[in-house]
Every structure is written in C-alpha cells, then in structure tokens.
C-alpha cells in the first residue's frame, strides 16, 4: 500500500503575529514557520497504518522554510521516502498549491498510483482554498475530511477504506470510502509519536531529501486581499494586572460577588 | 456580479444548525446589496424546509445519498445546481456537517473561495468579506468580483433569522449515483460514563498554553476548589491528556457555565463557538493579542501556570 502525506509550513499563532509593510500580508520575516498541526497528525495517521497493515509512506512537502527538518523528522518518525518540490517560493496561496501538486506529484518517480492521500482537513491559512479537498478533485479521487481514524479494508484498485469522520458532541459517523482517496485528517487515532532530537539529526546524516522542481500548476488568483488586521474584538474583556496573587486576589472578589466562590 | 444570494441550509440528525439561520441573516443583508432574491439550498431532509421562511425561496435537492452528510454527494449536487442557475454568492455554514462541500466546491467549479469568513457585505457590485486567518488572530479583507463566489462563513456573523414564514419551495432532481465513492455507515455516538461538560456550572479549561499532561493538575484543583470539572481546548484533547468528553468548541460540547475559565486557550474560532454563551468568562493567556480575550469578560496576560495555583490558594483562602 502506499500512502502519500502532504506537509505545509504555517506560521507558529503561540507567537504574535505582525502584519507586513504592504498592509496585506503577514511579515514573513517576524514568523516562526511550524509544521501545520493537522498535517503532523495526517503523518501520525499514516505511521499507524503502515504499522498495521504495511505501507510506503511518503511525506511531500513544497520547498519553505524550516522544511527540511519537518521532512526530516518524518523520516525518523518512520516515513519512508520525503519528497521536497522545489522552486515554488514564496509559497502560493492554498488553491494554487493544491494545482501545484496535482501537476508535479505524476512527475515524481515511483510514487503514483497511490492509495490514499492524508494531509490536515484544515490549515489556519487556507484563505482561498483548502488543500487536501482541492487536490482531490484536481485528482479525481473521492475525498472525506474531519477525519480522526482509518482502516483500509482492501488496498489497490476496487479497494475501500473505513474512515471515522468528526461530528459535534463527541459524536463519530463511519463511511466507507473507495480508493484511491484523499483523506483530511482531523485528528489521528493516537497523538503525534515524539522523536528524539538525535535520531533527527542521524537522518540528516544517513537519509536524503528528494528534490523535484515543480511549476506553477496555473491556477488563476480569483481572490484580492485588499487589507490585513488586528481583529476587532466585539466585546473586549477588562484586564486585570499584577503578580499572580494580586490578580487571584481580584479574581476572587469578582467570583465572590457572583456566588461563584 | 449578478446573480441570486443563496445558502446551503446545514442539517444534521433532522435539525437545522443555528448557522444556516445566520447565514440566511447575512444572506438578507447581500441579497439587498445585490437586489436579487435570497435562495435556500436544502440538500436532503425535505420536511426542513418549513423551517427555512427566512429565504424567499427554498430549492430542496431530495435523494436517498444526501439524506446524512456526505462530501460526495453534496458536491456533486450542488456543483450541478451552481453551474444551471450561477448565483452571485453562495453562503455555506462553517460547521463539521459542511466544512468538506466548502473545500472540494471552488476546485470543482473554478471558483472562488473565502473562508474563515466572519463579515461580508456588497460594495460597488462585489463582494467584501472579512476572513479570520492563522486561528483568529488576523483578519483580511478580501474581494472578489467573479461571481460564483463561495463564502466558508464562521459562526457569530449574525443573529440567527427568524424561522417562521412559508417559503415557496422549489423541487428540483439530482443526478446522483445510486452508490458513490463516500458512502455514509452509521452514527458512533460516545459513550457515557465521563462528566457532561454542558451540565457544569464552573468549568476550568485548558488550552495549549497547560504545556504538559502534568500542569492540568493545576487546573484540577482549581476546578475542585470552585465545584467544577476540568474541560479543554483541540490541542489538549489531540494530545490525548484529556478524554474526548471534556473537549469544549465545534467538535466537542457547546458550554453555557456560570463560569468559564479559559487557562492557557488562545481562542481560535472553533473554540469560541463552544463557550461564548459562558455567563462568566475570565481568561489567561501570555499573548495579548490572543483572541480569547475578544470574548472574555476578564483577561490576564500572564502565564496560566502561575495564576492558576495563586487563584487556588486565594479560593481556598476564602473558604476557609
């Protein structure tokens, strides 16, 4: 079985965030590029499947900042192959690197057809499209996302997957999915595996990145941004300063007044 | 851009989401911009459609593969519908029912999207939208002059429109598989047995900014000083700290406590939806900028570590 994770770089939110001098975009510069939080659990997901039933994973992620290491640190997760597309920074908006993708990934030696696809459901840039949906219908595959587990029931062509989708409430529904599919992972059936430093490092010595150009797959910019800000906060909370026992001090008169403590 | 103003009315389990009544409120307000008539788009769960009054009119898709939520299906019907009747905007609720429909329509239509979309109005013929990018903690404003443009619209844009009113209703058929690629099963429904987080009066919440299994303890005794129960934020829950139960936000419970208390959340959108109808909401958070403390009563930018075990103490205290 081969599975296929995609891997983009979001700027880390724990940080703040500042906008650029253009008034329109974030300032790339005052970021700390992260591994989408989705795509590390579509990665988690993937491991789990090749321990179980046996799979090549193979993690592709377009060429950014601090990708190397996220690649790989997939590979001493367990990833089998990491494929880095070149020549596509800075990086493009969603929907053009879902058409990105669909061009290049037929390009990659060995590695369509694939049977599944994982990839983070969401991203907390997808602005003007969402990945892994839009590389399933350039793909012509079937696609279910929010998803939080996977069995595949019969690999290759005429095979099916059993696939957990997320609802509200705690409340799961099970569908049966026909592959090859593109699948967005929500959450993964147990959180993401740690890996110690030190076998990252022994991968950067003993493995290598795949480097494939790619090109601008021609998806049209149908969206403008016109302006970035802060958001206005519709009711702002009243802050309260001081050292901790200060703060508890009034913390508590305010829970007193309301019966609450 | 011309064109009618429709939106995708969300169902789930035979009820309409609060959303699609919002949507339809924002809906009203574009239609007007546009001065076209405002459209809903019911895809299975006909008997909804007295619900939808709020619409001018109601074109209810029926067939047995859109009777629960399905990617596939919705799409393909939709797509169908767009590409026939090419309306200017097309409004869908944000929610776990339709965030997929949201993701694969703009691809399958060459269409544009704006999603994480909060606000939107009509201005010189366009379409204007407010987006919340990177977890709420940006917003861009966005246009888009092609019509149809595909709105992924957030919770909270509106007060929900009023459900009475008997919309004409318009049948129209689909041509869907008997058997597609996505195929829905069944419901798994969680098991009893943990806490309910909606039946609290006092929640202390953890979000990413707990930083270890260990620190909830922190929160716990909080929460056992004040009579409440811990609950948590997607991160914790991802991390498998705390069970799946105890997640507060668009995935787990929506929460109405006395007291919220929002330890280390930064306050992304999915979050917010589930605890903003908190009577009481204090949050901590090291970010001032973090979202959260948009919809606190109360904030302290500090770290949740500390002020948790000083408010214990200080509860405590009090008590006696």
Known sequence: MNVLVLMKMVPDIVEELEIGADGRSLDLDAVRPIVSERDDHALEQALLLKERAGATVTVVALEAPEVDEVLFTALAKGADRAVKLTGVEPAPPTAAAAAVLAAVLPKVPNLMPVDLVLAGCQAIDDLDGVLAPSLAERLGVPYLGIVTGITVEAAGAGGTASVLKEFAGGTRGRYTVCLPAVLGVQAAEKPPRYVPVAKVRAAMKARTLEEIPAGDGGAAQLVEVAAMTKPEAAGKAEMLEGDPGAVAAKLVEILAARGLA | ?320
């Open chain 2, 1 to 320: 851009m011309t064109g009618n103003v429709w939106v995708l009315a969300e169902h789930w389990r035979g009820r309409l989401s609060d959303l699609t009544l919002e949507a339809l409120a924002l809906g009203r307000e574009l239609a007007s911009g546009f001065g076209s008539p405002l459209e809903a788009v019911l895809l299975g769960g006909p008997a909804l459609a007295t619900g939808l009054g709020a619409a001018d009119k109601v074109l209810s898709v029926d067939h047995p593969s859109l009777a629960e939520p399905n990617p596939e299906a919705y799409c393909r019907a939709l797509a169908a519908l767009i590409k026939a009747r090419q309306p200017a905007v097309v409004l869908v609720p944000l929610s776990n029912v339709s965030a997929d429909v949201i993701g694969l329509l703009p691809a399958r239509l060459g269409a544009a999207l704006l999603n994480f979309c909060r606000d939107a109005r009509v201005v010189d013929g366009k379409l204007e939208a407010r987006c919340l990018l990177y977890g709420g903690k940006l917003e861009t404003t966005v246009t888009v002059a092609a019509a149809p443009a595909l709105v992924g619209l957030l919770p909270g844009s509106r007060p929900a429109a009023a459900t009475g009113g008997s919309p004409a209703v318009e049948a129209v058929t689909a041509d869907l598989p008997a058997e597609g690629r996505v195929r829905f099963e069944e419901y798994l429904d969680p098991a009893p047995g943990d806490v309910d987080v909606t039946q609290q009066a006092v929640l202390v919440s953890v979000g990413r900014g707990i930083q270890t299994q260990d620190n909830i303890a922190l929160a716990e005794d909080l929460a056992a000083a004040l009579g409440g129960v811990v609950s948590a934020s997607r991160p914790v829950i991802d991390q498998g700290w705390l069970p799946l139960t105890r997640q507060v936000g668009k995935s787990g419970a929506t929460v109405k406590p006395k007291l919220y208390f929002a330890a280390g959340i930064s306050g992304a959108p999915e979050h917010v939806e589930g605890m903003k109808g908190a009577e009481l909401i204090i949050a901590v958070n090291t970010d001032p900028g973090a979202p959260i403390f948009g919809v606190a009563h109360y904030g302290i930018v500090a770290d949740a570590l500390e002020v948790l075990p000083a408010l214990t103490d200080a509860v405590k205290a009090r008590k006696g």
